[in-house]
């Protein structure tokens, strides 16, 4: 049980999941604990893959048997590196899907090998494209996906808040917000949130998890005072001095946790160039690697 989800936007794509899984027997769940679901690989810089093509990347994410999961994600990140084109790539992982369900299916008793769901972005050729594979069907998606026992609260969330418009920064705050809300009202979901960005034309990667908890901190915050917005706006027994009156008020508190969030990230940037000053954080909270300081 748990919860994946994808989004095209402009400039590229973003991958989430959470880290909770629950052990059962049957519908009698067990034990809770937490596992990584999201998977990023990457040729870095101006280095190429095997057979020659340059900035290529994956994310991945699955729902459901983790072992086969993890054989899913290794084969599929294979079959990419070794592909002549951004087409061949796509092509390939696709097939892959396909061949791997073919091998296991005829490894397993009839009827038992496990069917998984996968959502995954390839990303070469300053080019990305986003991919939802139900059991050995993979099917291309051009907007918006999700998987697991929380899709259902991450569909509702996504059908007033997506669109393919937005851009990927946006698409971070979403992916941060879907997560936090099935985690706090979907049963199975839970843990930490992982989220992982393919950038059509510059770096890649995943977002480091300080940034994302200060994200969904705000995001929190921001979404117990809506209501409060919400019943100011709608009341139209209020007189308008009071109204502008209040909308001021609340403006200032939110103007104030927006500060307190820059203000904290600005200080783990901070922390993070003293700890690793070699290494830097964009505005996303990716690795970049600085260049060599001149001797």
């Known amino acids: 049980m748990t919860i994946i989800a994808g989004f095209k936007c402009e400039g590229g794509i973003v991958v989430c999941a959470d880290t909770q899984e629950t052990l059962s ?8 604990r937490k596992v990584p679901k999201l ?11 095997l057979s020659g093509l340059p900035d290529t990347a994956i994310a991945v994410c699955g729902a459901g048997y983790g072992p086969f999961i993890d054989k899913l994600a290794d084969k599929v990140w294979e079959a990419v590196q070794i592909a002549p084109s951004f087409a061949d790539a796509c092509d390939s992982a696709e ?23 996968l959502i995954y972005g390839i990303k070469a050729e300053g080019a990305s494209r986003l991919f ?4 050995p069907v993979v099917n291309e998606k051009h907007g918006y996906s999700a998987c697991g026992s929380g899709s259902y609260m991450a569909d509702f969330l996504a059908s007033s808040m997506y669109r393919q418009e937005l851009s990927l920064t946006q698409c971070v705050i979403l992916a941060a917000y879907i997560l936090f809300q099935t985690k706090e009202y979907a049963d199975g979901c839970g843990g930490e949130s992982h989220i992982a960005v393919l950038r059509d034309q510059d770096t890649s990667g995943t977002i480091d998890s300080n ?9 929190d915050t921001f979404h117990d005072q809506m209501g409060n917005l919400l019943l100011l706006s709608v ?24 500060e307190s969030a820059q203000s904290k990230i600005k200080d783990w940037d901070s922390w993070w160039a003293r700890i690793f000053p070699n290494i830097e954080l964009d505005e996303l909270g990716i690795i970049v690697p600085k260049k060599k300081l001149k001797e």
Not at 39 to 49: A, D, I, M
Not at 211 to 219: G, M, P, S, V
């Open 39 to 49: 998977r990023f690989e990457q040729v870095l810089g101006s280095k190429r893959n």
């Open 25 to 32: 027997i049957g519908n009698v769940p067990l034990s809770k």
């Open 132 to 135: 939802q594979a139900s059991g």
């Open 235 to 258: 009341d139209l027994g209020i007189k308008q001095d009071e109204f502008a009156k209040n909308m001021n008020v609340l403006s200032d508190l939110l103007r104030t946790f927006r």
């Open 95 to 117: 097939q892959t899907v396909k061949d791997l369900y073919d091998e296991y299916g005829k490894i397993y008793q009839s009827g038992s090998c496990p069917e998984v769901e």
């Open 211 to 219: 940034r994302i908890e200060i994200i969904t901190e705000l995001l």
